[in-house]
């Protein structure tokens, strides 16, 4: 996954397109989607990691995706966060611990915000005449 910083953001954004498999099931993110890191709070770095820890990166950018995309539920999004953290090099007890927190409090990030809609809109305008495009699974009311 390479990533590049946002010079007028506090994050970074997919250099490239980014694709992931976890249990036959294969998750396309376009490039320049933006990735904020593993919601962790800063109280809880020295406990679990820190928000752009190399082990969370991946796992947090795909489920970011998901729950802006809503292409999967949000149980099956949770669960591949905790999949991809343990294929990352967490460790087992710090992945299953993120996992119950994301499934305790995530359903409050679930709904997309109109802020959330319009970047997903404006990704969705970059990428749109791509013959690939369908693959990233855009929500319906963004990519008719």
Same mark, same amino acid.
């Given at each position: 996954?390479? !990533?590049?910083?946002?010079? =007028? ?13 976890? =249990? =036959?099931?294969? $998750? ?14 800063? !109280?809880?770095?020295?406990? !679990?990691?820190? +928000?752009?820890?190399? %082990?969370?990166?991946? @796992? ?16 099956? +999004? =949770?669960?591949?966060?905790?999949? !991809?953290? $343990? %294929?990352?090099?967490?460790? %087992?007890?710090? @992945?299953?611990? $993120?996992?119950?927190?994301v499934r305790l409090l995530g359903g409050l990030f679930w709904p997309n915000s109109v802020e959330d809609q319009l970047r997903l809109r404006d990704l969705y305008q970059r990428h749109r005449n791509r013959p690939d495009v369908a693959k990233f699974g855009f929500p319906v009311?963004? +990519?008719?």
């Amino acid at each position: 996954m390479k !990533l590049q910083p946002l010079p =007028d953001r506090r994050c970074y954004e997919l250099a490239e397109d980014c694709s992931v498999t976890v =249990d =036959d099931l294969t $998750i396309h993110v376009p490039a320049g989607f933006p990735c904020d890191g593993a919601n962790i709070p800063p !109280l809880l770095w020295p406990l !679990l990691y820190q +928000a752009f820890d190399p %082990r969370v990166m991946l @796992a947090a950018t795909v489920h970011d995706w998901l729950y802006h995309t809503h292409s999967h539920s949000r149980a099956m +999004a =949770d669960t591949l966060l905790e999949k !991809l953290l $343990i %294929r990352e090099n967490a460790a %087992r007890f710090k @992945a299953r611990f $993120i996992y119950r927190v994301v499934r305790l409090l995530g359903g409050l990030f679930w709904p997309n915000s109109v802020e959330d809609q319009l970047r997903l809109r404006d990704l969705y305008q970059r990428h749109r005449n791509r013959p690939d495009v369908a693959k990233f699974g855009f929500p319906v009311e963004i +990519a008719p």
